[in-house]
């Protein structure tokens, strides 16, 4: 499970995170403009989850009220902006496409996580309104196709494909019965995981991607060119999991780690640059980006301590996530950095180091 998902499970049940110490900043790393913090609703944590090409950042940040989160939507121009405010239960946003429109999931009346589909005119909808159902809208394209996870009420896992037409459409499974739907591309184009990454599309349904030879993978991202990345588990050592590379010409390549026994990566543009998190020898997570030509290479490598990549779009800008005392030494870097210093709230320095760790040591 996601760190972030943990999180989110948690806040709904009533569990406080403040136990995590989790005050984490969101960051937008751009080549023109440089380094820049997200800001937040009030409280001591801001995760963001994707960025689409114009900039337009979603995901979800701690409220003034404790241990609630709000999805968020932010942008160079305007800051930071809370999607949901009259929301008296916890939101929280995993994609936005290139119209701005925005999906994710929000505590429903009935106590459970519901998807919804988010536009500037209509606001927030429930997609998946089925009481005692569980479910979280994770992707979108630029023709409103949704896709995501929902749980049945005997704990049952289905991706699913939502269009505003057509409804809930469920994906089926490579093998059992769960599965979880994380992105699609413009072309209708699925990719998620059963077990194994799988691949989904309208004419051939699901297609296993295999892992590295371990037992496990994910996939979480696939760009307009059917590239996909996403983490497998290596079949020697049984224990270590790499960030991989998908194509229909190559199939799946070990695109390997900096250093460490782990990597992963979390998202693609459609120039093929990808990005994601890694583990050194000593057991820190740190981001990277990598292409075709270059490589792996660590971002922001001057910076000590947790930081995470998220996200890419088409120009190059990421978004990713760093624990908040860290983000004053950035000031090291002189010119490349546009930050504002803040305190660190009531959580204090963290002891657990953020959303992305998880995903370089567990499944």
């Given at each position: 499970m996601e760190r972030s998902i943990l999180v989110f499970t948690l806040i709904l049940a009533?569990?406080?995170?403040t136990a995590l110490g989790y005050p984490y900043e969101g960051f937008v790393l751009d080549p023109d403009n440089g380094f820049t913090l997200i800001g937040d609703l009030g409280g001591a944590c801001c995760l963001p989850r994707a960025i689409n090409d114009a900039g337009q950042v979603v995901?979800?940040?701690?409220?003034?009220?404790?241990?609630?989160?709000h999805a968020f939507l932010w942008t160079q121009q305007t800051g930071i902006q809370d999607l949901t405010p009259d929301h008296e239960g916890t939101t929280s946003a995993w994609d936005i496409n290139s119209l701005g429109h925005v999906v994710g999931a929000f505590e429903a009346a009935d106590g459970n996580n519901h998807a919804f589909f988010w536009t500037p005119e209509s606001g927030l909808l429930?997609?998946?309104?089925?009481?005692?159902w569980?479910?979280?809208a994770s992707g979108i394209?630029?023709?409103?196709?949704?896709?995501?996870?929902?749980?049945?009420?005997s704990g049952v896992s289905h991706a699913f494909l939502w269009t505003a037409d057509s409804?809930?459409?469920d994906l089926g499974a490579l093998?059992?019965?769960?599965?979880?739907?994380?992105?699609?591309?413009?072309?209708?184009?699925?990719?998620?995981?059963s077990t194994h990454p799988f691949l989904w599309d309208s004419v051939t349904g699901l297609q296993d991607l295999g892992t590295l030879g371990g037992h496990?993978?994910?996939a979480y991202d696939i760009n307009n060119s059917g590239q996909v990345v996403g983490k497998a588990f290596l079949e020697d050592p049984p224990d270590e999991i790499h960030a991989f590379l998908w194509t229909a010409e190559d199939e799946m390549q070990d695109l390997g780690t900096l250093g460490g026994v782990s990597s992963v990566a979390k998202g693609i543009n459609d120039l093929g640059e990808a990005v994601g998190v890694f583990q050194t020898a000593a057991g820190v997570t740190r981001a990277f980006r990598w292409d075709i030509d270059a490589g792996m290479r660590e971002i922001l490598p001057s910076v000590e301590g947790y930081i995470a990549a998220i996200d890419i779009n088409d120009g190059g800008i990421i978004v990713g996530e760093i624990p908040e005392p860290a983000t004053l030494s950035l000031l090291a870097l002189g010119g490349l950095v546009a930050v504002k210093r803040r305190r660190y709230g009531r959580l204090g320095y963290p002891e657990y180091r953020g959303d992305a760790e998880s995903e370089v040591t567990h499944t």
């Open positions: 009533g569990l406080s995170v995901g979800y940040a701690e409220t003034s009220e404790p241990d609630q989160f429930d997609i998946v309104p089925l009481e005692g569980t479910s979280r394209n630029s023709q409103d196709q949704v896709v995501g996870q929902l749980r049945d009420p409804g809930i459409h093998s059992g019965d769960s599965s979880n739907a994380h992105a699609i591309n413009d072309l209708g184009d699925v990719v998620g995981f496990l993978g994910i």
